[in-house]
């Protein structure tokens, strides 16, 4: 398939420069090429390793050929993800393109984390999650609007609204969203949760899942990407998130049917719309016996407070203050009313221990090397590229069903694979390869009986981030150009065998988050490499004598 695309591509790049009588916009006007703007750059994108991403590392080699068509030099650059990370989230910022993805954790079924913190300018600075460094006043103002607004009804019309913003702008170009297949051995455990968005590995079965015999009672659970950081102020990923948050504890967690649950608060009394006091549950210790007090809580808030550019950021920024009231009552007056704190700001932050942390001079920098919490389960020992390994806190308030567990780093999925035959590994905690999913269902009896599969829809999506102060990406028409570059029906039918749903240009809020999808937005979603140059051309770009393309002339 590939091989006969990159046919098509040389043919039709033969074609394009057999046709340089190539005139000003393509309308006949003959051009000196003085009178041409700059040259657009060559560029680079930073790409997933072929191991971990297949589907990312492809596409972006699929975009560098679809650029060279159009005169323009993109070098696909394989980058480990622990160090694409500290490129888009540096001081420097430092590059042009990428592909990366964020997951559908539960707390994104609000709207917030994909309108707000990854879109708005107050988060596009070194550190935050704006890292296609989009800014447009107009979208910030509904972004903001849409976190006071109480009546969900008109907060949703905000979203909405704000979503036809980012389509028109295309601040980034959305690939897919994949399907959550994965897999665990039905013969040694059951009760596991399967949580849209989650997968497996969530925040509830490791709690519930069920040993079937006393002889395996500490699962090992499987990723193909390793833990990077296991530092709350400094960890900016899932894989990272997925251990720290049954590490560290809560106030609230959202269950399995997404609905905000007491955890370390035992209740919550919504004052006003600005004032929320919070009741702490008594009686909970962190993993070295210190008791988890109200001044605990306090001061973790407060810590992430004092990082404007922190992965939490967005979610703590509307606190004005925290207070303590008496009776382990803890109270968060906000600045404004923000409508999503119950669910992504008390279910998100860890509870830290302030006797451990406070002395610590620089948050972000300090290596945690034994991360101490009051979560369910007690960290045990990390081993970069290898393993994590955690056990169960028996004086935790809520009973937890399993010892243990190991969360095993693989090099690729094919590795995974083969311990899954084997025995070795007891679930997945990411998406299965699509090939990988049709081995384990074609298996009629054989060495893969003892696995189930299980399939939720994600709100997740994968994408290529441009960087908006960067030319030529500060150019809309530029950007809105590329969408149409991306084989959307490629990436999904091929490359993920239909074990997916294709994205499309500022796409940001997928239609498995049916309640505040806009399925009204026109979405750039198709393949169309001619409307590509129909776009350049009516923006004013133009071709010099040796095919490369040049911005728009000042």
């Given at each position: 398939?590939?091989?006969?695309?990159?046919?098509?591509?040389?043919?039709a790049?033969?074609?394009?420069?057999?046709a340089?009588?190539?005139?000003?916009?393509?309308?006949?006007?003959?051009?000196?090429?003085?009178?041409?703007?700059e040259?657009?750059?060559?560029?680079?994108?930073?790409?997933?390793?072929?191991?971990?991403?297949?589907?990312?590392?492809?596409?972006?080699?699929?975009?560098?050929d679809?650029?060279?068509?159009?005169?323009?030099?993109?070098?696909?650059?394989?980058?480990?993800?622990?160090?694409?990370?500290?490129?888009?989230?540096?001081?420097?910022?430092?590059?042009?393109?990428?592909?990366?993805?964020w997951?559908?954790?539960?707390?994104?079924?609000?709207?917030?984390?994909?309108?707000?913190?990854?879109?708005?300018?107050?988060?596009?600075?070194?550190?935050?999650?704006?890292?296609?460094?989009?800014?447009?006043?107009?979208?910030?103002?509904?972004?903001?609007?849409?976190?006071?607004e109480?009546?969900?009804?008109?907060?949703?019309?905000?979203?909405?609204?704000?979503?036809?913003?980012?389509?028109?702008?295309?601040?980034?170009?959305?690939?897919?969203?994949?399907?959550?297949?994965?897999?665990?051995?039905?013969?040694?455990?059951?009760?596991?949760?399967?949580?849209?968005?989650?997968?497996?590995?969530?925040?509830?079965?490791?709690?519930?899942?069920?040993?079937?015999?006393?002889?395996?009672?500490?699962?090992?659970?499987?990723?193909?990407?390793?833990?990077?950081?296991l530092?709350?102020?400094?960890?900016?990923?899932?894989?990272?998130?997925?251990?720290?948050?049954?590490?560290?504890?809560?106030?609230?967690?959202?269950?399995?049917?997404?609905?905000?649950?007491?955890?370390?608060?035992?209740?919550?009394?919504?004052?006003?719309?600005?004032?929320?006091?919070?009741?702490?549950?008594?009686?909970?210790?962190?993993?070295?016996?210190?008791?988890?007090?109200?001044?605990?809580?306090k001061?973790?808030?407060?810590?992430?407070?004092?990082?404007?550019?922190?992965y939490?950021?967005?979610?703590?920024?509307?606190?004005?203050?925290?207070?303590?009231?008496?009776?382990?009552?803890?109270?968060?007056?906000?600045?404004e009313?923000?409508?999503?704190?119950?669910?992504?700001?008390?279910?998100?932050?860890?509870?830290?221990?302030?006797?451990?942390?406070?002395?610590?001079?620089?948050l972000?920098?300090?290596?945690?090397?034994?991360?101490?919490?009051?979560?369910?389960?007690?960290?045990?020992?990390?081993?970069?590229?290898?393993?994590?390994?955690?056990?169960?806190?028996?004086?935790?308030?809520?009973?937890?069903n399993?010892?243990?567990?190991?969360?095993?780093?693989?090099?690729?999925?094919?590795g995974?694979?083969?311990?899954?035959?084997?025995?070795?590994?007891?679930?997945?905690?990411y998406?299965?390869?699509?090939?990988?999913?049709?081995?384990?269902?074609?298996?009629?009896?054989?060495?893969?009986?003892?696995?189930?599969?299980?399939?939720?829809?994600?709100?997740?999506?994968?994408?290529?981030?441009?960087?908006?102060?960067?030319?030529?990406?500060?150019?809309?028409?530029?950007?809105?150009?590329?969408?149409?570059?991306?084989?959307?029906?490629?990436v999904?039918?091929?490359?993920?065998?239909?074990?997916?749903?294709?994205?499309?240009?500022?796409?940001?809020?997928?239609?498995?988050?049916?309640?505040w999808?806009?399925?009204?937005?026109?979405?750039?979603?198709?393949?169309?490499?001619?409307?590509?140059?129909?776009?350049?051309?009516?923006?004013?770009?133009?071709?010099?004598?040796?095919?490369?393309?040049?911005?728009?002339?000042?």
């Open positions: 398939m590939r091989s006969q695309k990159l046919l098509a591509l040389c043919l790049a033969f074609l394009v420069l057999s340089v009588s190539l005139t000003a916009a393509g309308r006949g006007e003959a051009v000196d090429e003085e009178d041409m703007g040259l657009v750059p060559e560029l680079t994108i930073l790409s997933s390793l072929p191991e971990s991403n297949r589907p990312n590392y492809e596409m972006a080699q699929e975009l560098a679809e650029l060279a068509l159009l005169g323009v030099t993109m070098n696909a650059q394989p980058t480990d993800f622990a160090v694409l990370l500290d490129v888009i989230y540096g001081e420097e910022m430092d590059y042009d393109a990428y592909t990366i993805g997951s559908g954790r539960v707390e994104r079924l609000d709207p917030d984390m994909f309108v707000y913190s990854i879109n708005h300018s107050a988060n596009a600075n070194p550190g935050g999650n704006n890292t296609s460094r989009y800014v447009n006043p107009e979208f910030d103002a509904l972004a903001d609007a849409q976190r006071r109480m009546d969900i009804e008109k907060r949703r019309e905000l979203v909405w609204e704000a979503q036809r913003i980012l389509a028109e702008d295309v601040p980034r170009i959305t690939m897919y969203s994949r399907a959550n297949v994965q897999t665990y051995n039905h013969e040694r455990y059951a009760g596991l949760e399967n949580m849209p968005g989650e997968g497996l590995f969530n925040e509830w079965t490791p709690m519930v899942m069920e040993p079937l015999s006393d002889d395996y009672t500490v699962p090992v659970v499987a990723s193909n990407v390793d833990i990077t950081n530092n709350p102020f400094d960890a900016r990923s899932v894989y990272d998130w997925r251990n720290l948050r049954l590490i560290y504890d809560k106030l609230v967690r959202l269950s399995p049917e997404v609905e905000p649950t007491p955890w370390a608060a035992v209740e919550w009394d919504i004052i006003d719309d600005v004032t929320i006091d919070v009741a702490l549950r008594e009686g909970m210790e962190f993993h070295d016996g210190m008791p988890v007090t109200p001044e605990d809580v001061w973790s808030y407060e810590a992430f407070m004092s990082m404007p550019d922190s939490f950021a967005a979610f703590v920024q509307p606190i004005d203050t925290v207070e303590l009231r008496g009776n382990n009552v803890i109270r968060f007056n906000m600045e009313p923000y409508a999503p704190f119950i669910t992504t700001t008390l279910t998100q932050i860890p509870i830290l221990p302030k006797h451990i942390w406070e002395d610590v001079d620089d972000i920098q300090y290596h945690n090397e034994h991360p101490v919490g009051s979560g369910p389960f007690e960290f045990v020992r990390f081993r970069q590229g290898e393993e994590l390994v955690a056990t169960r806190y028996d004086d935790y308030f809520h009973p937890v399993i010892d243990g567990y190991i969360f095993k780093i693989y090099a690729s999925p094919e995974v694979l083969t311990d899954l035959e084997l025995k070795q590994v007891d679930m997945v905690s998406d299965l390869v699509a090939a990988h999913i049709n081995q384990i269902k074609a298996d009629d009896g054989g060495r893969y009986s003892h696995l189930t599969i299980t399939e939720v829809p994600d709100i997740g999506f994968f994408y290529i981030g441009m960087n908006n102060n960067r030319a030529p990406f500060s150019n809309k028409d530029f950007r809105v150009a590329l969408s149409y570059l991306v084989d959307y029906d490629y999904v039918d091929v490359l993920h065998d239909g074990y997916g749903a294709k994205g499309g240009g500022g796409l940001v809020i997928n239609a498995a988050n049916e309640f999808h806009n399925p009204d937005v026109p979405i750039h979603d198709t393949y169309n490499p001619e409307r590509a140059r129909e776009i350049l051309t009516d923006a004013g770009f133009t071709w010099d004598s040796r095919g490369r393309l040049r911005m728009p002339a000042e």
